[in-house]
């Protein structure tokens, strides 16, 4: 191969996929591809009435087959040549039912149209009730699975989703042998390595979602799997023990991926993770940095050596597992399950008469014009006028302590309230409910010198970024790679594939800095301080 080496880095994300090729030798991005899932775009397989988010898994075949040849046909001829790794992160938890051939049920004649043989979205909430009964099993069995979970497990977790498709669907549960993130099917389907026993499983995926553990011996057992339903603790047996972390090689490309891909064979494709915890790595996570990825949810990813955390167990929180971000690290998850999500909701409840108008294209305009009017008119709005409060807890609550129960809630309207007030208490309350992360993280010692804002909104909308600011009242630093999530997939395959040694020298030679940095105001962030004081007593939660 030419010694100037490429490497490919693509993130799944909730609506579209993007693949970026990247020049190893300085992290330059070279080109990149970004496209829609074209049924989950016509809202196929969903009912957000009852919290069912499904995607279709030819969705994903068919957007990696469109984003990775569209991003290499933009370089010169010659350039597949160079390619020497390929990484990929996706949401999560989005689990999907297999076949005893490693086959998602949906890719099967019989369950082609049937949504519980589909791709469980992570923001799927329907299996509330059966991450109950998880927590009160664990809370009384010999072990405590939810230990290293925060302590509280959630519905949008794997165990509970697929405990509600075996409970509601007799078909598909009577077909079903195992199961599979979609963050390792990936991986897998590229090298030709989907059988279900031998497939490589995320570290990341299985320790923050799937209660794996070294100190039981990996997932919980079966008799414990067995007690919520039989046939979980059946499928328990065609698991996995061990996992694997993001500097790991799954294989080559199959010569059939190689050709639909139009790369070489030799192509080294590296073990999955969750976006985030990419994004996290893309953006330069280290020791004392709090990195929060913005988009449609958040997610806030830090590291500890060991010695830090010690025995101490963060509670609440998604999740610390050993390696799930940077090997030799242990990794934190928290987040918010809706924080875009929210302002989007509110756009759309504004913009539901548009859909009457005959003039589609102008509908459409108008729409998408509802949140930048929003964003420029809140800001004008003094702090003194905050006097509506909101709770962000409308997709439910991930951390502090997940509770996906939970509604969001408006309290102080009156006449004189106007869109614009109620669009800056959602965006405040996103800001509230970040900040009771961070002083989570803070309750149980763990030190935070640095906070980084990566994705969409952090590039986007600097009133929502200042007044995250304002409310945390730490300096917030913005990561200039709008793609960070498929940035830190294209370092993890730098190092998949033998051009650096780890990933922190990856990350010190690719790693693109800070663009801006937002710092506090003294004055707004004390003003906060009683408007957050309400928020808590309005949820009445306990930090």
């Known amino acids: ?59 994903y075949v068919d957007v990696i087959k469109r984003i990775i040849p569209d991003a290499m046909q933009k370089l010169p001829h010659g350039s597949a040549n160079k390619v020497a790794g390929i990484s990929m992160d996706t949401t999560g938890s989005t689990p999907v039912l297999l076949d005893k051939a490693g086959t998602p049920l949906a890719l099967l004649d019989d369950f082609k149209d049937n949504p519980n043989a589909m791709f469980v979205l992570w923001k799927d909430h329907a299996a509330i009730e059966q991450a109950n009964r998880i927590n009160t099993l664990s809370k009384t069995w010999h072990t405590d699975y939810t230990k290293f979970s925060g302590g509280v497990y959630s519905s949008e977790w794997v165990w509970a989703k697929v405990l509600h498709i075996l409970e509601t669907d007799t078909k598909v549960a009577d077909a079903a042998y195992s199961w599979v993130e979609h963050c390792d099917w990936m991986p897998a389907l590229l090298c030709g390595k989907q059988h279900p026993e031998s497939m490589m499983r995320s570290r990341c995926a299985a320790g923050h979602k799937a209660m794996w553990h070294e100190q039981w011996n990996g997932l919980p057992d079966e008799e414990f799997l067995g007690n919520l339903n039989s046939g979980l603790g059946e499928m328990r047996k065609h698991l996995y023990t061990t996992t694997f972390t993001a500097d790991k090689v799954v294989g080559t490309l199959s010569q059939e991926w190689a050709k639909v891909l139009g790369l070489h064979k030799e192509v080294l494709v590296g073990a999955g993770a969750l976006d985030c915890h990419f994004g996290a790595v893309g953006a330069g996570i280290e ?19 060991y010695e830090e955390l010690s025995d101490h167990i963060v509670k609440g929180i998604c999740g610390q597992v050993d390696g799930s971000v940077i090997p030799g690290f242990i990794g934190l998850e928290a987040g918010q399950s809706a924080f875009g999500d929210l302002y989007a909701w509110f756009r759309d409840m504004l913009s539901w008469p548009l859909q009457f108008l005959d003039n589609e294209k102008l509908a459409n305009e108008l729409k998408e014009k509802i949140l930048k009017e929003l964003n420029a008119a809140a800001e004008k709005i003094p702090i003194e006028e905050s006097s509506v409060i909101a709770l962000d807890w409308i997709n439910g609550r991930r951390t502090p302590d997940a509770d996906q129960e939970l509604k969001s809630h408006l309290s102080g309207i009156s006449m004189g309230t106007t869109a614009p007030h109620i669009y800056r208490a959602l965006v405040e309350s996103t800001a509230f409910g970040s900040r009771a992360i961070m002083e989570r993280f803070l309750e149980y010692g763990l030190k935070i010198n640095e906070v980084t804002g990566i994705g969409g909104i952090a590039n986007k909308s600097a009133f929502v970024m200042q007044t995250l600011s304002d409310v945390m009242n730490v300096p917030i630093r913005i990561s200039p790679v709008e793609q960070s ?59």
């Open 1 to 59: 191969m030419n010694k100037e080496k490429y490497v490919i880095g693509v993130d799944f994300g909730t609506d579209s996929a993007r693949a970026i090729v990247v020049n190893a030798a300085d992290g330059s991005i070279l080109s990149e591809s970004t496209q829609h899932y074209t049924r989950w775009m016509q809202n196929l397989y969903c009912d957000p009435a009852q919290n069912i988010f499904r995607q279709h898994p030819q969705d």
């Open 485 to 543: 999530c498929a940035f830190g997939a294209a370092m993890f395959a730098s190092v998949v594939s033998g051009i650096y040694p780890d990933i922190q020298k990856a990350q010190q030679t690719m790693g693109k800095g800070f663009s801006k940095t937002y710092f506090p105001d003294g004055k707004n962030a004390m003003k906060y301080n009683k408007l957050y004081k309400k928020y808590l007593d309005l949820g009445k939660i306990k930090i």
């Open 287 to 305: 020791p004392n940095q709090l990195v929060r990825v913005m988009g449609t949810s958040t997610c806030d990813i830090m590291i500890a050596p």
